[in-house]
């Protein structure tokens, strides 16, 4: 599947109804403490303009507006942009290729469990999309599942339609991402799939 095709399918995934149902969900403990450690870095280093991209219904772009930060949200769902916009963010219906910013207009990035769904073909288009946007010395924080090789829709998967999901080993991501930005930190964390969730 190319890049506009899987970006098409998760707009109409990632509907009202879906929207809905993730804004009334938790978020894991593992997600908290990363979102907290990354705070904790941009502070020190005295970043404050942010952009979350894939920022779902802003819960993760509210936390950093109210610790301070200047933050813009996007996400390609606009009933995801809509549950941004309740919480009082600015929000902007945006697919990864298509963010519409001036060049090295923010000091720091945020990407949790989004590029996961980028193809693998359109990676480094999209990584040199957002490394263009970031200020130098800016700080880029990627989060996705992995540990394993595996592209494709999810069969398991509850939304319709289907998913597409690019999971790859860490070996990998550090060798895609190397061209674009240098890795301060690389993390592996131990996963165990909630219930109710699946593995994608």
């Known amino acids: 599947m190319d890049y506009q095709q899987a970006i098409a399918n998760l707009k109409v995934a990632y509907n ?3 929207a809905s149902k993730r804004n009334q969900e938790g978020k894991q403990d593992w997600k908290l403490t990363e979102r907290q450690s990354f705070l904790d870095l941009l502070q020190l280093e005295g970043k404050s303009r942010l952009l979350e991209v894939g920022a779902g219904t802003g819960q993760d772009s509210l936390f950093f ?24 963010l600015e929000a902007h219906v945006m697919d990864f290729l298509s963010l519409d910013f001036p060049p090295e207009s923010f000091d720091a990035l945020y ?18 999309k957002l490394r263009g946007l970031l ?8 989060g996705v599942y992995g540990g394993i090789e595996k592209e494709g829709i ?5 939304h319709q339609p289907p998913r597409y999901f690019s999971r790859h080993t860490d070996e990998f991501m550090q060798q895609a991402v190397a061209p674009y930005f240098e890795i ?3 993390k592996s964390i131990p ?5 109710g969730h699946f593995n994608p």
Request: aromatic residues 8%; hydrophobic residues 40%; contains cysteine.
């Open 154 to 158: 999810s069969d398991k998967d509850w």
């Open 184 to 186: 301060v930190s690389f």
């Open 111 to 128: 990407a949790l469990n989004c590029l996961l769904h980028v193809p693998t073909s359109a990676l480094p288009a999209v990584l040199e």
């Open 135 to 142: 200020h130098p010395g800016g700080l880029f924080f990627l």
């Open 191 to 195: 996963y165990k799939i909630p219930p």
């Open 16 to 18: 009202s109804e879906s």
């Open 65 to 88: 507006q109210q610790h301070g930060m200047q933050v813009i949200s996007t996400d390609l769902s606009p009933a995801m942009v809509a549950l941004c916009r309740e919480k009082g």
